[in-house]
């Protein structure tokens, strides 16, 4: 039985073990934290949706860059970048790749590859829907403050072939999400999104996982490989000592482009710090995403009865301490838009993470341009790996 070494335990590194043991490997999963699910994949923003693949990096980044820029709130700012970027030379070809990536045409072929990948994942996640991991949105509703970009939106997702969207004018709005106070007049339901949690999902596959074919070792930090003839031959762990596979693959979300170096790969991928809080809800009446493309947070249900937010991306900033008053800005602003009462704010819990972002926001994954024995699967922000 061919022995593979997943180093990294996040939804990654776990579902790439778990299907990898179903095809017949034999599978150790190192992490360097004391369980899986530590880091990105510990509490993220719950959404699980297609309708969400439109790729980040398109022309309309520059007009909502530029409002974070001048913005009077600075807790509020959707988009942040890191001034020290300046000095890498990794962040002016991540730049010049995000720019590269706006072009028509390749917004139009990444949106076409997330959306797939999207619903692909969505369907590898569902088929473990009846061991204990759980949906609860039933759709996705994005609320625009002018009728041209919901009807642009609606436009782009209509051009995906499984997707089912429409739009919505205020009463229907409100008949939906009765929970929302404030009038928005324009929105755009889409049907194949749901929304679940992340730390969940990738505990309980770990749980599933069979004990003789996949071996999970914590507080394993991988910091060397030794490399001959283009095949890695050892994984060496921060102690020195070295851990022996016929094939490796990296799934360590933003630990992955220094392993990348060490085989001679670039992966092309910044950390982006963004906020998730955790709201208890007062009844359990929301049962769509809301989507806030007026404020720019995002609000998911999930068993609680609570409430993810999420939103902001710090381009560069790699620290996950979460600033108090950025996580009361977006419990503010979520407030703002729903009834007085719903969001039990003084239990929300706030946390910061950082996700690995690509320019063209579509996930790393597959064989190592270098090296015989080697494969990423890394994410970004809105697909689940692919586990082919
Ligand atoms: C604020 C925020 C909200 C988000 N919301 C959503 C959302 O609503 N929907 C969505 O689809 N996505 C969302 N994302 C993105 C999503 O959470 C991530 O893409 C996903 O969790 C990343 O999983 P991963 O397994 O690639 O990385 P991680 O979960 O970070 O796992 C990597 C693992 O590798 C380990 N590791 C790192 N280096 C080493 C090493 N050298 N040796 C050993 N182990 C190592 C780490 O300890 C970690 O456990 C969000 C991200 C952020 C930041």
Redesign the pocket.
Known sequence: MEHVLV?????????TAYLLSKQGFRVTV????MD???????L??????PS?SYPWSNTSAIPVALQSAFANDKNRQAIRLNPALISSALAWRWMGSFAWNMAPWKVASNHVASYNL?EYSLKCMKEEKDQGVLFTALGSLQVFGIEASALARKSVMDRMKNSKTEILNWLEIKQLVPVIETKVQYGVLSHGDT?GD?FKF?TSLKRLCDPDKVRFLPN????GLEIKNKTILHAV??TGSKMHADKYVV??????P??AVLAGDVLLSLP?????VHVPVSEASLMYNVCDDIGKF?C?PVPGPAV?L???AEIGYSDTTPHPDRGTALIEMANDRFEPGFLLKEQAVV??????QTPDDL?VIGPSANIKNLWY?????????NMN
């Open positions: 180093i990294g335990g996040g939804i990654a590194g776990v579902s190192v992490d360097k934290c899986v699910g530590c880091e990105t994949s510990f993220n923003g719950g959404l699980l949706c969400l999207c929304s992340v990738t394993t930090s991988i910091e762990t921060s799934a360590t979300g933003n630990g992955a220094p392993l982006v710090k963004g906020y998730s995002y998911s993810r999420s939103a902001f946390h910061a993470c950082c996700r690995p996930p699967v890394t994410t970004s922000t809105s697909s689940f790996p």
